[in-house]
């Protein structure tokens, strides 16, 4: 099984190799519009330290998936 694994992970090969760039933001959209949207209005009230890095992932998502 460890062989498999390591032969795995040199090779690139994961689940996730399946996934297209498309189906991954067609998923990724609509969470992330959300949770912008949930950032915007609780601007005063989010503290940094969870508005920052949801901010990163609106920011990475939308820029990544056009």
Known sequence: MKLFLIA???TGLTGCS???DAAMCGALRPPAKAL???LEANL???PDAVGEPATDVVVIV???CR
């Open 8 to 10: 795995l992970a040199v």
């Open 62 to 64: 939308e820029a990544g």
């Open 36 to 38: 912008r949207a949930g």
């Open 44 to 46: 005063t009230t989010t």
């Open 18 to 20: 399946a996934t297209t």
